[in-house]
């Protein structure tokens, strides 16, 4: 489970203001701090078939907001995929 602190330095990491939660940018950056969380916990904990379903979700998720990012700002996108250490 991600708590209030974790997403706070995933939104930091990938804010263009202060208050930023909605830009792809921060939504990517929440969901891959989510994603490496379920994927710990599906290294100890291999029959867990919903955590997985979840997983494979927001990996989709992730996947569309970084096509979007793509299309609108090639820079930005460039910027958050570096950032986030993502391999593109």
């Known amino acids: 489970m991600i708590t209030a602190d974790n997403k706070a330095k995933a939104f930091a990491?990938?804010?263009?203001?202060?208050?930023?939660?909605?830009?792809?940018q921060a939504q990517a950056s929440v969901l891959t701090t989510r994603i490496k969380e379920i994927t710990e916990h599906l290294k100890s904990n291999k029959h867990d078939h919903m955590a997985?379903?979840?997983l494979i979700q927001m990996v989709g998720r992730r996947k569309k907001l970084f096509k979007y990012l793509e299309s609108k700002d090639f820079d930005a996108y460039k910027k958050t995929v570096a950032t986030l250490k993502l391999r593109k």
């Open 13 to 24: 990491l990938t804010q263009t203001h202060k208050n930023d939660v909605g830009s792809p």
């Open 52 to 54: 997985r379903r979840g």
